[in-house]
């Protein structure tokens, strides 16, 4: 039973903020690289931004110096926060866990549901 529980999006207006959350919850030993992946309106799935569990990140081109992903690893949780958003960030936004150790064993490839996220004035 184990799930990606998202939150935090929103509706802002251009150069506002968002900060993502997204839980991993069930009986979980531990939790692998989680990252953010956005799809925009009539585009296809794309990565935003990735954390290892030591804290290594990576980000897309297009949100560098705007987006931050962190991760708490005890709390199962990752975040991404979100300054000066831009219309083009519009899109539904999933949390992904590449792997994750469960009571169940091992999983691969979860995602969230999926929260959207709207920058318009």
């Known amino acids: 039973q184990v799930q990606l529980v998202e939150s935090g999006g929103g509706l802002v207006q251009p150069g506002g903020s968002l900060r993502l959350s997204c839980t991993a919850s069930g009986i979980i030993f531990s939790v692998g690289t989680m990252g953010w992946h956005r799809q925009p309106p009539g585009k296809q799935r794309e990565l935003v931004a990735r954390?290892?569990?030591?804290?290594?990140?990576l980000y897309a081109d297009s949100v560098k110096g705007r987006f931050t992903i962190s991760r708490d690893n005890g709390k199962n949780t990752v975040y991404l926060q979100m300054n000066n958003l831009k219309p083009d960030d519009t899109a539904v936004y999933y949390c992904?866990?590449?792997?994750?150790?469960?009571?169940?064993?091992?999983?691969?490839?979860?995602w969230g549901q999926g929260t959207q996220v709207s920058v318009s004035s």
């Open positions: 954390i290892t569990p030591g804290g290594d990140t």
């Open positions: 992904n866990a590449e792997s994750i150790a469960s009571n169940r064993g091992p999983l691969y490839n979860l």
